[in-house]
């Protein structure tokens, strides 16, 4: 015979450990903060720069996503990635991150609707334009697929919607989802962060106008402090945490040289825009034009450096277009865009924080770059032209008559060339045994330089604004002039000063990568009723067969009350 008495003791002792065991559970788990992550790709792991900004944060910050209703499911994805990634934001921030999605098309009136678009589109986030298929109609939604986010009196618009463009609508969504934590990141820093870095533009060799200058500006000044920096003028460079270097056309002297030599030897960061050959554009309606090699007096020091830009200009099929006077009709001129194969545009690039999920740069009179040995250098090529390349050696010949001739596929032979190198390490001195200048300080001279970071790009103008033929107006940096087209310009600039001043290493955060998993749709189409039974009866047998195991269970267990 069975105690009971014992029997259900022992159930309530059971019953009571079990209890204490799970408030002990609870309360380490509130001590010690721990997650796992199970995904192959990792997917809900927050990079570290990214776990302590989120815990330094003093007080609340506010995100309002404008991707709430019903959307394809590409879209859906995108809008359940937000909220996870926001949602592993607040495990790590707690009530410091708070988050609410919002339809911007619900506003009350048409004029209010209008009002609250034209303040996303001032906070850099501009709508799309999404096409679906309902009751077998096609039909349209104005989309904006972004986010606001405040703390304390600051605010800033983020755009969600990133990628390739050159990418299937598949690719480019995967690859939005990826950069989710670096883009909502990326916004907290900047409207919870102190003072800005410095970054001189430099000047007194012939550089960009102030054109140029002001559209930079106007994309580094939400996040850095842009400052001209008169080389000729000034004793040394050593207050900026970074220098632009944007085409320069006058040669630098041995004393100028020293200051740029001596500014990466201490640690500096230099981006350094350079053209292999001299081109100029106002030049070229001209029946013959030839470009030549411009000597700035870099080559040496880039040499030491570990890198060569070749005295030569490529061509590319896959080019932007250019407005050309193709035939007269009575006496008005007609005007046509044909790709202009010195204008590439380029969207190769290497897996690299830098250029990762990037869209297309544009270039214009780009030149080859080689690297050479450098002892300690780490090399890494960031932008390569198409496979259709053509490298043509100085002189060029560079004329508006060649889009009329000699563009057939077959000329363009040559390899992607790479066209932009980031050269990390300590480098050399340009000065090593060699007679110092007048300007140089025996005592301060460094050989062996700290850890410096310098980007070499074969392109001038890289970060050029262009004026628009209509208005004369400057357009945006990376705005295509004649056909409005936005490019890539800027978000590469971003991008490189981002890695390059990153000391938190919040940039890592743009190496996730997830992995598309496609259905086969052959497949799922044959197998569908078979995984539909599937799913529907084998819930049932389960319980079906719990119950028929557990009779026999209870009826052998207690058949000795009987």
């Given at each position: 015979m069975v105690n009971l008495d014992s029997k259900k003791t022992e159930d309530l002792l059971r019953f009571f450990v079990l209890f204490a065991a799970l408030?002990?559970?609870?309360?380490?788990?509130?001590?010690?903060?721990?997650?796992?992550?199970?995904?192959?790709?990792?997917?809900?792991?927050?990079?570290?720069?990214?776990?302590?900004?989120?815990?330094?944060?003093?007080?609340?910050?506010?995100?309002?996503?404008?991707?709430?209703?019903?959307?394809?499911?590409?879209?859906?994805?995108?809008?359940?990635?937000?909220?996870?990634?926001?949602?592993?934001?607040?495990?790590?921030?707690?009530?410091?991150?708070?988050?609410?999605?919002?339809?911007?098309?619900?506003?009350?009136?048409?004029?209010?609707r209008q009002e609250f678009y034209q303040r996303l589109a001032r906070l850099?986030?501009?709508?799309?334009?999404?096409?679906?298929?309902?009751?077998?109609?096609?039909?349209?939604?104005?989309?904006?697929?972004?986010?606001?986010?405040a703390y304390g009196g600051e605010e800033t618009g983020v755009l969600l919607l990133k990628g390739n463009q050159g990418a299937s609508p598949e690719e480019r969504l995967n690859q939005s989802v990826e950069g989710l934590e670096y883009e909502l990141a990326t916004a907290i820093r900047k409207v919870t962060g102190g003072s800005k870095p410095r970054i001189g533009w430099l000047q007194g060799h012939g550089e960009s106008d102030s054109i140029s200058y002001q559209g930079v500006q106007e994309v580094l000044q939400e996040f850095y402090r842009l400052d001209k920096a008169d080389l000729t003028e000034s004793e040394n460079l050593l207050g900026y945490d970074a220098i632009i270097m944007a085409k320069p056309r006058r040669a630098f002297n041995r004393d100028d040289r020293y200051k740029l030599d001596q500014y990466v030897m201490n640690g500096g960061n230099l981006l350094m825009f350079l053209d292999g050959l001299k081109v100029e554009e106002d030049s070229l309606n001209r029946e013959s034009y030839l470009a030549f090699p411009q000597d700035l007096q870099l080559r040496n020091m880039l040499f030491r450096y570990g890198v060569r830009i070749n005295e030569d200009l490529i061509q590319d099929l896959n080019a932007a277009p250019f407005p050309v006077v193709t035939g007269y009709m009575g006496n008005q001129p007609q005007i046509r865009l044909l790709p202009w194969p010195f204008y590439p545009l380029m969207n190769r690039y290497s897996n690299h924080p830098i250029t990762r999920n990037l869209d297309a740069?544009?270039?214009?009179?780009?030149?080859?770059?080689?690297?050479?040995?450098?002892?300690?250098?780490?090399?890494?090529?960031?932008?390569y032209t198409s496979q259709y390349t053509r490298v043509l050696p100085a002189p060029v010949e560079v004329s508006y008559n060649s889009m009329r001739r000699d563009m057939q596929p077959e000329s363009f032979q040559d390899p992607a060339q790479p066209v932009a190198w980031l050269l990390e390490g300590p480098f050399t001195s340009s000065f090593r045994n060699r007679i110092l200048p007048q300007v140089a300080n025996s005592r301060s001279y460094r050989e062996t330089g700290e850890p410096a970071k310098i980007l070499v790009t074969s392109d001038g103008d890289l970060l050029a604004s262009q004026l628009s033929p209509r208005t004369r107006q400057r357009v945006p940096l990376g705005v295509d002039p004649y056909t409005q087209t936005d490019f890539a310009n800027d978000d590469f600039l971003l991008n490189a000063l981002a890695y390059m001043l990153d000391e938190d290493g919040l940039i890592a955060a743009r190496n996730k990568r997830i992995s598309i998993r496609p259905l086969d749709a052959p497949e799922v189409e044959e197998s569908a009723l078979k995984w539909q039974?599937?799913?529907?009866?084998?819930?049932?047998?389960?319980?079906?067969?719990?119950?028929?195991?557990?009779?026999?269970?209870?009826?052998?267990?207690?058949?000795?009350?009987?």
């Open positions: 408030i002990l559970a609870n309360m380490l788990g509130d001590r010690f903060f721990f997650r796992a992550d199970l995904t192959e790709e990792q997917r809900y792991t927050i990079n570290e720069a990214t776990k302590e900004l989120l815990t330094s944060l003093e007080d609340p910050v506010y995100v309002e996503v404008y991707l709430e209703g019903e959307f394809p499911s590409g879209f859906q994805r995108l809008q359940r990635s937000i909220r996870e990634t926001l949602e592993e934001f607040r495990a790590y921030a707690g009530d410091n991150i708070q988050f609410k999605f919002v339809d911007p098309n619900l506003a009350a009136s048409a004029s209010g850099g986030i501009q709508p799309t334009n999404l096409y679906d298929t309902e009751d077998g109609g096609r039909t349209e939604k104005l989309i904006f697929p972004g986010a606001l986010v740069v544009l270039g214009r009179y780009v030149s080859s770059v080689d690297t050479v040995k450098a002892e300690g250098i780490t090399k890494t090529p960031l932008i039974l599937f799913n529907l009866l084998t819930p049932v047998i389960i319980v079906v067969l719990f119950g028929v195991i557990r009779y026999f269970y209870r009826r052998n267990k207690y058949a000795t009350f009987k």
